[in-house]
C-alpha cells in the first residue's frame, strides 16, 4: 500500500540558510512524488512534481528509490518560504499525502 | 476565473445529522476529488468523480456519498455523523481523469464541526 512518512512537524531555519523537508516513501511500482504547500490563508497548491523535474520558487526534490527519499531542498531560506508542507504519492488514481511539515523561517 | 469553490465555509452539526456540501470545479474542469483533512493530519482521500462517474473511493465508510452534475459541481453526504467527522473537507477539480500528468487545484474547503 501507498504511504507517505514526513518525520519533522515542525522545521525552523534563519533566513538565508538551506533547508531540506524530509520525505519516505513505500510504493511497490513506480513512484509518482510531489510536492504540495500551503501559505498562510491560502489554499493548497502544487508546489513540484517529480516526472517535471522542475525548480519552483528555487526548490528542488530528487527521488532517491534506493532509499525511497523525495525530499525537498532550497539553497538559501527566504521569510516568505514559511508555510505548512505536504509530500504526496500518487497511486490508484488518487494521492495519498503525508502529515505535513510546518516549516518557519526566522528573519 | 474564481477558482475552485466550495460551500458553505464553515457548518456546524450534532452528531447523527446528515451533511451535504457543495463544489463548484474551475470552468472547464471535469474531475472533482474529495479530500477529508483531520486536524494535524495530511488530507486524505475520499472519493474522485470523472465525467458524473465515481472513478475512485478512498477508505471511508458507506455514510460518505457525493455525486457530480452534468455541469461538473459535486456534491459531498455524510450521514449519521460522527465527532470523528469534524474535519476540513477539500475538493480539487482538474482537467481531465486525475492521473499523475493532471494537476489538481484545490478550493478553499469547508470546515465541519459535529456536537
Known amino acids: 500500500a501507498q504511504r507517505v512518512t514526513q518525520p519533522e512537524k515542525l522545521l525552523s531555519v534563519f533566513k538565508g540558510a538551506p533547508v531540506e523537508l524530509k520525505c519516505n516513501y513505500s510504493?511497490?511500482?513506480?513512484?509518482?512524488l510531489f510536492w504540495y504547500v500551503q501559505y498562510s490563508r491560502q489554499r493548497l497548491q502544487l508546489l513540484l512534481r517529480?516526472?517535471s523535474r522542475e525548480s519552483i520558487k528555487g526548490f528542488t526534490a530528487d527521488l532517491n528509490k534506493g532509499e525511497t527519499s523525495f525530499h525537498l531542498k532550497k539553497p538559501f531560506a527566504q521569510e516568505e518560504d514559511s508555510a505548512m508542507y505536504y509530500c504526496?504519492?500518487?497511486?490508484?488514481?488518487?494521492?495519498?499525502f503525508g502529515t505535513g511539515t510546518r516549516l518557519t523561517v526566522i528573519p | 476565473d474564481a477558482g475552485v469553490t466550495q460551500s458553505p465555509t464553515h457548518l456546524i452539526k450534532t452528531r447523527g445529522q446528515q451533511v451535504t456540501l457543495r463544489c463548484s470545479p474551475i470552468?472547464?474542469?471535469?474531475?472533482v476529488s474529495w479530500y477529508q483533512q483531520v486536524l494535524g493530519q495530511g488530507p486524505q482521500f475520499i472519493f474522485q468523480?470523472?465525467?458524473?462517474?465515481?472513478?475512485g473511493r478512498g477508505n471511508f465508510p458507506d455514510r460518505f456519498s457525493a455525486r457530480q452534475f452534468p455541469n461538473y459541481s459535486s456534491e459531498l453526504n455524510v450521514n449519521a455523523l460522527l465527532l470523528g467527522d469534524s474535519a476540513l473537507y477539500l475538493c480539487?477539480?482538474?482537467?481531465?481523469?486525475?492521473?499523475?500528468?493532471?494537476?489538481?487545484?484545490f478550493g478553499p474547503g469547508t470546515r465541519l464541526l459535529v456536537l
Open positions: 510504493y511497490s511500482g513506480s513512484p509518482e
Open positions: 517529480h516526472i
Open positions: 504526496a504519492i500518487f497511486g490508484a488514481n488518487n494521492l495519498f
Open positions: 480539487a477539480s482538474s482537467l481531465e481523469q486525475f492521473l499523475d500528468q493532471e494537476t489538481q487545484y
Open positions: 470552468s472547464g474542469h471535469k474531475s
Open positions: 468523480y470523472y465525467e458524473k462517474e465515481e472513478r
